[in-house]
């Protein structure tokens, strides 16, 4: 129990003004957190009691499922990250240095502890299915931190790996996975506003992730919702069409050139040509990580999602041409570069969203001139194929079902996603199937975000002044308030009788604190039961209670 006259950490009277988010604010002032430096806090005992409630959530449904706790360390030799190739290939990873030259990593991740230890373990298809988990700190030197309390540079993660002998097992096990994944949001009161959305994980494998996303205005991602067939998608992914035809015109009108020193972008265009946003066309430039150039085009009121263009050309990594190679490839400057006029042995993708433009404009292939009036057949070719590589937005529809998106904002709580065989292979981890054949096992990966589900489930409970926390995960159950120092051991023939737990107990037994302050306090922290213990209920035989989901203060009958 704990006793606030002993208790180190003090409430302020008005929320600090260090953040701009409201539950953040409210964790400062109840002091739940000590912020240490940008994105980077303190928890008090409050917020770790809070802290350790979800880890026990999350630890009792992943022991359920036949997963096994380990505990792995944060930092890992160079060595191991050279074998799968990700020493330098993780951009948030944070490289220390140390005596005799070597060089460590904070582990961001840890499929590359893992996959040795199991491999161990692993000598045959009797030995599998297999899974261990562990919920320990991460590292990711993350550019900008972002999202308020959300993408942290230091986090605590449930992150899970599996082998398996075939898709088939996995598919069972990924299915008690889901739902190991909902019992912990059913129990956190949640799992109502959870949506599974499909994900980008390409670097591994061609298929999908899974994120688990909350709906929730403290968001880092879009989610594009089908309302018929229930998919979702994270907006990085989202399959679409453009929800009305393209402006066309009846008559195909004659192509012209129009020099246009220094007009580049469509508010330019628009004034110069009177050419609308839908009638013209984006045009960029890339090169892969195996130096291949590669132009792609899209109507102009669109962006170019990259991610899903990689998927289409199936490459590791795109950037942005330089102007060097975009003059070389083309023989016009960047700005004027754009698929009228192209040389034939450029890779040419065009996304669907321009399929059925007529009389648009494009620029030319030639320094300072656009081209008007443009038309496929006559000016251009018809590609043998269109693409979906457009970045979705509101209104477009779902290409299978042609139903228009519900689009909200969310936050990641978890994901599940496919490691296949990367890591296995590079640790040379195989198994003996049925028939004495040597095989490599499939791999998946499953992640909680723990302290981020701590601070979503504070965003999501907070009423109009409060975080009013669920029971099950609320630092305390009770807060008794007690009246006069005379009154302080009746508090625990109470406690006894309500057989309340001595860590779900905070006892108010400050006496240089006014009633009206430690009320204050009460409502602050947000603790699901206030009992109040004063001279006046004393006198009848009664305790006040408060509980904190009802209007009305109750009074019960007790013989103190």
């Known amino acids: 129990m704990l006793y606030l006259s002993k208790f180190p950490f003090k409430t302020q009277k ?57 505990l792995m360390p944060s930092l890992s030799p160079r060595e191991v990250w050279e074998k799968t190739g990700r020493w330098n290939s993780i951009d948030v990873m944070f490289h220390v240095p140390a005596a005799n030259n070597k060089e460590y990593a904070l582990n961001s991740t840890h499929e590359e502890i893992i996959t040795p230890l199991l491999w161990e373990f692993i000598k045959s298809y009797k030995d599998l299915p297999i899974c261990a988990y562990q919920i320990q700190n991460k590292f990711r030197n993350e550019k900008r931190a972002k ?8 986090f605590i993660m449930k992150d899970a790996y599996s082998f398996h002998a075939d898709n088939e097992e996995f598919m069972q096990y990924y299915e008690w996975m889901k739902q190991v994944y909902m019992n912990v949001f059913t129990k956190l009161w949640i799992a109502k506003d959870i949506y599974i959305a499909q994900a980008d994980w390409w670097t591994f494998t061609e298929k999908y992730s899974h994120e688990f996303q ?29 929800p009305s035809p393209n402006i066309s015109d009846d008559k195909l009108l004659e192509r012209q050139d129009i020099e246009a020193i220094w007009i580049i972008w469509v508010e330019a265009l628009t004034k110069a040509f009177w050419v609308a946003a839908e009638k013209s066309t984006k045009t960029m430039m890339f090169e892969t990580d195996e130096n291949k150039f590669i132009v792609a085009s899209v109507r102009w009121d669109y962006d170019i999602n990259t991610l899903k263009l990689q998927k289409i050309i199936w490459c590791k990594s795109l950037r942005l041409a330089s102007i060097d190679k975009v003059k070389e490839m083309t023989s016009a400057e960047i700005g004027y570069a754009w698929i009228y006029n192209l040389p034939d042995n450029i890779e040419l993708y065009i996304d669907d969203s321009a399929m059925w433009l007529t009389n648009f404009e494009t620029w030319t292939n030639k320094t300072w001139y656009h081209s008007i009036n443009v038309n496929f057949w006559r000016d251009l070719p018809i590609p043998e194929r269109f693409y979906d590589f457009k970045e979705a937005k509101v209104w477009d529809k779902n290409p299978k079902t042609w139903e228009v998106y519900e689009v909200f904002k969310a936050s990641e709580v978890g994901n599940i996603f496919p490691l296949e065989t990367k890591f296995s292979s590079a640790f040379n981890v195989t198994f003996l199937d049925e028939n004495n054949k040597s095989k490599t096992p499939l791999m998946w990966c499953y992640g909680i975000w723990v302290s981020r589900l701590m601070w979503v489930t504070a965003e999501y409970f907070l009423d109009e002044v409060w975080i009013a926390w669920p029971e099950q995960i609320a630092p305390f159950k009770y807060y008794f308030v007690i009246i006069w120092e005379e009154n ?3 508090w625990l023939k109470l406690s006894n009788i309500l057989n309340t737990n001595s860590d779900d107990v ?20 947000w603790i699901p039961n206030i009992i109040i213990i004063s001279p006046k209920t004393l006198e009848k035989g009664w305790y006040e209670i408060k509980k904190r989901w009802s209007k009305e203060n109750e009074l019960v009958q007790f013989n103190f």
Do not use: H
């Not at 604190?513 to 409502?523: I, L, N, T």
């Open 14 to 70: 008005t929320a600090p003004k260090t953040s701009d988010n409201k539950s953040t604010s409210i964790l400062l002032q109840a002091w739940f957190i000590r912020q240490v430096m940008a994105w980077v806090y303190t928890y008090t005992t409050l917020w770790l009691k809070v802290l350790k409630k979800i880890e026990q959530i999350v630890r009792e449904e992943m022991n359920n499922y036949w997963a096994f706790e380990t």
């Open 147 to 154: 999202s308020w309390l959300l993408r942290w540079r230091e």
């Open 214 to 242: 909350i709906k929730l205005d403290i968001w880092e991602d879009v989610i594009f919702l089908d309302p018929k067939s229930k998919e979702c998608f994270n907006k990085e992914v989202t399959p679409c069409t453009i």
């Open 488 to 490: 302080i051991d009746k």
């Open 506 to 525: 905070i006892i108010d037994d400050r006496t240089n604190v006014w009633f009206g302050q430690k009320m204050s306090d009460a409502e602050l922290i």
